[in-house]
């Protein structure tokens, strides 16, 4: 999997963006990560090598904007470039995940119809207010692959509502020394929705801080996929029936 950051920094926009890592790495080297710029790989995806060839071989999936938000507005500008790329490359699969999705349609391109067939788009839902505020629109936007990321997970979500139509939820804690906490029973509740509509379930990572059975547990960052994984919370879809 390839990754393609056309623009880094961001605002934070909400309860899910109080410890966010790329304000924590950005610290370390005494960087400003609300400071918006443009990437020196903006380009990434259309770079050329000297044969010709691009520099991104497909077919391959791209995770785009992990270091920023696609529909921030200071990128605005920028915005209609980055669609004409992931346009022209159908080679590649490109995927995002957003906090602003009630901005999606903010330099949206002309051609975009019902979506483009290489593109997919998850978005937030660190909790119940977060579900309730962005589902809604983005269950009626013309979007060809959905997903739902709860993460991180700051507290029991019910997401039934909501699963018509997509593709994926996945859900994960809190990484950093000042994690909150994320709950096991959440996570199983997520499953059980997710189960009952036959959408598939992805219990990512457990967080730094994780609590089962009244026992509260801190993960190193390493471990916390793997302890994820042998929770044996996810869970494929109907498929695995």
Same mark, same amino acid.
Request: proline share 4%.
């Given at each position: 999997?390839?990754?393609?950051?056309?623009?880094?920094?961001?605002?934070?926009?909400?309860?899910?963006?109080?410890?966010?890592?790329?304000?924590?790495?950005?610290?370390?080297?005494?960087?400003? +990560?609300?400071?918006? *710029?443009?990437?020196?790989?903006?380009? $990434? &995806?259309? @770079?050329? #090598?000297?044969?010709?060839?691009?520099?991104?071989?497909?077919?391959?999936?791209?995770?785009?904007?992990?270091?920023?938000?696609?529909?921030?507005?200071?990128?605005?500008?920028?915005?209609?470039?980055?669609?004409?790329?992931?346009?022209?490359?159908?080679?590649?699969?490109?995927?995002?995940?957003?906090?602003?999705?009630?901005?999606?349609?903010?330099?949206?391109?002309?051609?975009?119809?019902?979506?483009?067939?290489?593109?997919?788009?998850?978005?937030?839902?660190?909790?119940?207010? +977060?579900?309730?505020? *962005?589902?809604?629109?983005?269950?009626? $936007? &013309?979007? @060809?692959? #959905?997903?739902?990321?709860?993460?991180?997970?700051?507290?029991?979500?019910?997401?039934?509502?909501?699963?018509?139509?997509?593709?994926?939820?996945?859900?994960?804690?809190?990484?950093?020394?000042?994690?909150?906490?994320?709950?096991?029973?959440?996570?199983?509740?997520?499953?059980?929705?997710?189960?009952?509509?036959?959408?598939?379930?992805?219990?990512?990572?457990?967080?730094?801080?994780?609590?089962?059975?009244?026992?509260?547990?801190?993960?190193?960052?390493?471990?916390?996929?793997?302890?994820?994984?042998?929770?044996?919370?996810?869970?494929?879809? $109907?498929?695995?029936?």
């Amino acid at each position: 999997m390839a990754g393609w950051n056309p623009w880094h920094g961001c605002r934070k926009y909400s309860a899910g963006c109080l410890h966010c890592y790329v304000y924590r790495r950005d610290a370390k080297y005494e960087l400003d +990560a609300s400071a918006v *710029r443009k990437n020196a790989a903006f380009d $990434l &995806p259309v @770079r050329k #090598k000297r044969d010709g060839s691009y520099v991104l071989k497909g077919p391959d999936e791209v995770a785009c904007c992990f270091t920023s938000d696609f529909f921030l507005d200071a990128a605005d500008d920028w915005r209609a470039e980055a669609w004409r790329m992931m346009r022209e490359r159908t080679d590649l699969h490109f995927f995002f995940i957003t906090k602003r999705i009630l901005r999606f349609y903010e330099r949206l391109p002309e051609d975009w119809g019902q979506g483009y067939e290489n593109v997919t788009i998850g978005v937030t839902c660190e909790n119940q207010a +977060a579900a309730d505020e *962005r589902m809604p629109f983005f269950q009626r $936007l &013309p979007i @060809r692959r #959905k997903i739902i990321v709860c993460e991180p997970m700051l507290e029991a979500i019910d997401l039934s509502p909501y699963l018509q139509g997509i593709a994926q939820v996945a859900a994960g804690g809190e990484s950093g020394e000042d994690a909150r906490l994320m709950r096991y029973e959440w996570a199983l509740s997520l499953r059980a929705q997710c189960m009952a509509a036959g959408v598939p379930f992805w219990f990512r990572q457990t967080g730094a801080r994780f609590e089962k059975d009244g026992k509260v547990y801190r993960i190193l960052r390493r471990h916390q996929s793997a302890q994820a994984r042998k929770s044996a919370l996810s869970w494929a879809g $109907l498929q695995e029936e």
